[in-house]
Structure formats: structure tokens, C-alpha cells
């Protein structure tokens, strides 16, 4: 959650500002992220950056929300596995599978300058049914029987490069994880 917008360093000037966000959990102070001076942008994305609007969505359920964060022509490259979605048609089912996993994210940078940002953070969740079916349609490279991995849980972290469009919707994002350290965590 945002709790307090920093002023600009130089309001003559686009130099970022600081803003400072928490998690709500215990025991966090909080963590320091950058972003550019645009105000406009600013306005679009008032709980940190765009991506983390996004990702929360993500994690809440809310597909519509996060659906509005990308732009139509958005192009979703999975470093891991070699991939590249494209387009909200493309996109969106892989989504609806990420929501189905009961995440709970922990940021850990999120850093935004005009139209590009990396964001990285701690991918908490429980394996579901929904996600096992979905991961089996994807033919992923399960390390046993796919069906005994629901309900357990998992922690990765996980990051990405993306770049905003004029509108300051998400039209290309990179994803960067370890997906040997999640298979590694299921017994």
C-alpha cells in the first residue's frame, strides 16, 4: 500500500522522486521505490508503480483490473521457457491461472523511470487445482505426478522488465524466474 507520495527533488526538472509503499505485514518498514516526475502517470498508478497496480491485481482476483494495465498489443516474453504471448488473447488465460494459485506477493524493488520499470518481488502461493490443469495445457515440465502438488505452497522470486506505452498501459514485459527452485521446493 502507498503511504505518502514524495515531492519532486526539482519540480523544474523530471528527476524521480521517492515513494515509499508497504505491505501491511508486521514487522515491514516498507520499501523505498523511484519513480519519474510525471504527474500524469503518477495519477494512473497511486499505490506505487503501474505493474504493481497490476500485480496486485493479479493477486486479488480482479482480471478486469489487471486487464486495463495492459495495452492490446501487449508482449509478454517468458525467459524461462523460451516463450512469447501476444495480445490480451494470449495473455489474459495465463493470468487467470496466476490468480488461481492464492498468492501472496511480497515486493521486493519496484522501480519505474518514464516509460520503462523492473519489478521484482517474492511469487507466494498454494498450488490449486485450476493451476495444475492450466500448467498441464501449457505442458509444463511437472517433477511428479502434477496432482499431488495441490496444496502445497511455494515461494519464488520472480522479475520483470517492462515498458509502458503513451497511454501508460504495459505493452511488453519480460519475466525472469528460476523455475528449478520452484520444483525444487515440492516434495
Given at each position: 500500500?502507498?503511504?505518502?507520495l514524495?515531492?519532486?527533488?526539482?519540480?523544474?526538472?523530471?528527476?524521480?522522486?521517492?515513494?515509499h509503499?508497504?505491505?501491511?505485514?508486521?514487522?515491514?518498514?516498507?520499501?523505498?521505490?523511484?519513480?519519474?516526475?510525471?504527474?500524469a502517470?503518477?495519477?494512473r498508478?497511486?499505490?506505487?508503480?503501474?505493474?504493481?497496480?497490476?500485480?496486485?491485481?493479479?493477486?486479488?482476483?480482479?482480471?478486469?483490473?489487471?486487464?486495463?494495465?495492459?495495452?492490446?498489443?501487449?508482449?509478454?516474453?517468458?525467459?524461462?521457457?523460451?516463450?512469447?504471448?501476444?495480445?490480451?488473447?494470449e495473455?489474459m488465460p495465463?493470468?487467470?491461472?496466476?490468480?488461481?494459485?492464492?498468492k501472496?506477493?511480497?515486493?521486493?524493488?519496484?522501480?519505474?523511470?518514464?516509460?520503462w520499470?523492473?519489478?521484482?518481488?517474492?511469487?507466494i502461493?498454494?498450488?490449486?487445482?485450476?493451476?495444475?490443469?492450466?500448467?498441464?495445457?501449457?505442458?509444463?515440465?511437472?517433477?511428479?505426478?502434477p496432482?499431488?502438488?495441490?496444496?502445497?505452497?511455494?515461494?519464488?522470486?520472480?522479475?520483470?522488465?517492462?515498458?509502458?506505452?503513451?497511454?501508460?498501459?504495459i505493452?511488453?514485459?519480460?519475466?525472469?524466474l528460476?523455475?528449478?527452485?520452484?520444483?525444487?521446493?515440492?516434495?
Open positions: 500500500m502507498l503511504e505518502r514524495a515531492p519532486r527533488d526539482d519540480p523544474g526538472t523530471n528527476r524521480a522522486r521517492t515513494v509503499i508497504s505491505s501491511g505485514k508486521e514487522g515491514n518498514h516498507g520499501k523505498e521505490i523511484m519513480t519519474d516526475g510525471n504527474e502517470r503518477a495519477a498508478a497511486p499505490c506505487g508503480s503501474v505493474f504493481s497496480a497490476f500485480i496486485s491485481a493479479i493477486a486479488s482476483g480482479d482480471l478486469n483490473a489487471a486487464e486495463t494495465k495492459l495495452s492490446d498489443g501487449i508482449e509478454w516474453h517468458q525467459m524461462p521457457y523460451g516463450r512469447k504471448l501476444t495480445g490480451k488473447r495473455v495465463w493470468l487467470k491461472a496466476g490468480a488461481a494459485s492464492q501472496e506477493p511480497e515486493i521486493i524493488n519496484d522501480v519505474a523511470a518514464n516509460d520499470g523492473v519489478f521484482e518481488y517474492w511469487n502461493g498454494t498450488v490449486t487445482p485450476e493451476l495444475i490443469e492450466f500448467g498441464k495445457s501449457q505442458g509444463w515440465p511437472f517433477p511428479k505426478d496432482n499431488s502438488l495441490v496444496r502445497q505452497k511455494y515461494k519464488v522470486a520472480q522479475c520483470f522488465v517492462y515498458h509502458l506505452d503513451v497511454q501508460g498501459k505493452d511488453m514485459m519480460r519475466q525472469y528460476d523455475t528449478g527452485s520452484v520444483w525444487a521446493q515440492f516434495k
